[in-house]
């Protein structure tokens, strides 16, 4: 089948030299899995090469003590940042180039010189808050991204979704003041950060901007399927974002050793053509992912073959069907949840 669509990947070997203690699930071995899928599609994906993020683009989401944090202790490397966080001795190399390989992306992207893409990039980034890095992240990759649009590309609403089984409390932490920012975040909860209750929902001028649909563990297709349908599509079309970027973690897969989740491949393809369509219908298209987490090699593979076969595709792919929610389903119950929190800014949250 003949490709029509620019899509556009970062996918660089140097994300290797980010080497983990023994035993450690944010590995090596996670790039090479991705990267393997990404070879297989060959001369279809236009290589976008990583640079460097520069000090100012990173200063723009974290504070100057956060990078002199990072930078001291790369120096001292290896070490731990925290108990889940560690650096080796060319993990500042590595981190500037997954946040500046994701503002090449984003911006070939705002700018119509790619359709879509994916920033194949590690460490991931979307637990890193302004102050400190934390949950396997030093610097965060889609905030950076996101904030380089703004400032270099002029872009004034960017809709970033995360389906992390994580939430992304650095991202969300990031804008949830900044009404020109909406976060739509599906995770498991309770689980790692902590944060993420659906009556979290922006301060101040950014108030309603931030949107978290907190899943309770065991949830699979139907619950993320019909999270988008039921809440991402109304609040998206009532945004209108001019680029919408995803963090992309695969860790909702059924296989990942570390989160509870029953997502599979074809259910990573749904989101991914639910995202497309928004794109599409909303964007002219724009559409760009960055990739969190994901920590069974099996989970990274199906995830990202199923990304890249909706973004390749010459023609939408078929929406999914309709997923029901009746009356005392878990699906029933969390987009009830986010209707309370939203549904007065939104109507028609919860419909499908």
């Known amino acids: 089948m003949k490709v029509t669509r620019s899509v556009g990947v970062v996918a660089d070997p140097r994300y290797l030299a980010h080497e983990s203690p023994p035993g450690h699930p944010e590995r090596p071995d996670r790039f090479a899995a991705v ?13 976008v090469p990583p640079r460097p993020a520069e000090d100012d683009e990173i200063l723009r989401v974290h ?16 070490a731990h940042l925290d108990p889940d966080t560690y650096v080796s001795p060319r ?30 990039v590690r460490p991931p980034g979307h637990h890193a808050e302004a102050v400190r890095p934390m949950g396997f992240c030093l610097f965060n990759n889609v905030a950076i991204a996101a904030r380089a649009l703004q400032e270099q590309e002029g872009v004034e609403r960017i809709l970033v979704i995360d389906w992390d089984v994580h939430h992304g409390n650095g991202t969300q932490h990031s804008f949830e003041s900044d009404p020109s920012v909406l976060f739509f975040s599906t995770h498991q909860y309770p689980f790692y950060p902590g944060t993420g209750a659906a009556g979290e929902a922006g301060r101040g001028r950014g108030e309603g901007a931030t949107v978290n649909v907190p899943l309770p563990a065991g949830c699979g ?17 009532a945004f209108r974002p001019q680029i919408i970027l995803v963090s992309c973690g695969f860790d909702a897969h059924r296989d990942d050793p570390i989160a509870s989740m029953q997502v599979s491949g074809a259910g990573f393809a749904a989101l991914a053509t639910l995202t497309r369509a928004l794109a599409d219908e909303l964007c002219e298209g724009r559409l760009a992912c960055v990739l969190e987490g994901g920590y069974a090699l099996s989970g990274l593979a199906e995830g990202t073959e199923a990304l890249l076969g909706v973004l390749l595709a010459p023609e ?4 999914p069907p309709t997923v029901e929610a009746p009356p005392g389903s878990t699906l029933r119950q969390v987009v009830g949840a986010a209707a309370a929190v939203h549904g007065a800014r939104v109507p028609d949250l919860g419909a499908a």
């Open 316 to 319: 939408l792919p078929p929406l």
């Open 63 to 78: 504070g100057d003590g956060h990078l002199a944090h990072v930078v001291e202790a790369v120096a001292a490397a290896p």
């Open 221 to 237: 297709d139907a619950e993320y399927v019909g999270c988008f349908q039921r809440v991402l599509v109304p609040v998206a079309r």
């Open 35 to 47: 990267g393997a899928v990404v070879e297989r599609h060959g001369d279809a994906l236009t290589a």
């Open 91 to 120: 993990s500042l190399e590595v981190a500037r180039l997954a946040a500046g390989g994701a503002v090449e992306l984003v911006r070939a992207v705002a700018r119509g010189e790619l359709h879509a893409g994916l920033a194949a």
